[in-house]
């Protein structure tokens, strides 16, 4: 494989280790409770794109054409960024009678207090809301909460294009 061929490859956005610092920033703020993947696929869409939900707030990343898209996928991301995290030691993963979910660590908050860029600021502070806000509910209330809002967005963007 020569150069070339390795750049096409790499992905700055969504991959493992943004979609793992994401993960473990929504774990340290829900610390010590943990989540299985599904709600870790919520919580994630929830912080990166608050504004779909809530009007009133500004979503840390662009609002990009077909976005409610992002959540059927997001999941194999957010494994591989899981994986590596858990590799550091920042994230663990539990066995219980709800299947398999995880927590942050003991290790995770002095790692992410280290971080001093404005993102990783803003990406704490949405973190923060999306768990206080969305963390105590289940799956099917978090997907009942979410899919009306989905369907417009992407109906939206339909919308623009026809004009």
């Known amino acids: 494989m020569d150069i070339m061929e390795t750049k096409k490859n790499i992905n700055p956005f969504n991959n493992?280790?943004?979609?793992?610092?994401?993960?473990?920033?929504?774990?340290?703020?829900a610390f010590p409770k943990s989540f299985d993947l599904q709600n870790l696929v919520y919580l994630d869409y929830l912080?990166?794109?608050?504004?779909?939900?809530?009007k009133?707030?500004?979503s840390l990343h662009p609002?990009?054409?077909?976005?409610s898209g992002e959540i059927m996928i997001r999941s194999s991301i957010i494994q591989k960024g899981l994986n590596?995290?858990?590799i550091k030691k920042l994230i663990e993963k539990q066995y219980n009678i709800n299947g398999i979910e995880y927590k942050a660590t003991e290790n995770a908050m002095p790692?992410?207090?280290?971080?001093e860029e404005t993102y990783s600021t803003k990406l704490q502070?949405?973190?923060?809301?999306a768990v206080s806000k969305y963390s105590k509910h289940?799956?099917?209330e978090l997907k009942s909460i979410m899919t009306p809002r989905l369907s417009e967005i992407s109906n939206e963007f339909n919308i623009e294009i026809l004009q």
């Open 56 to 58: 009133t707030t500004q």
């Open 111 to 115: 790692f992410l207090e280290s971080l």
């Open 125 to 129: 502070e949405k973190a923060n809301w």
């Open 63 to 67: 609002a990009v054409p077909y976005r």
């Open 138 to 140: 289940t799956k099917k």
């Open 16 to 29: 493992s280790v943004e979609s793992g610092l994401r993960i473990l920033t929504i774990l340290n703020e």
């Open 47 to 54: 912080t990166i794109h608050s504004a779909d939900i809530d």
């Open 84 to 86: 590596l995290f858990i």
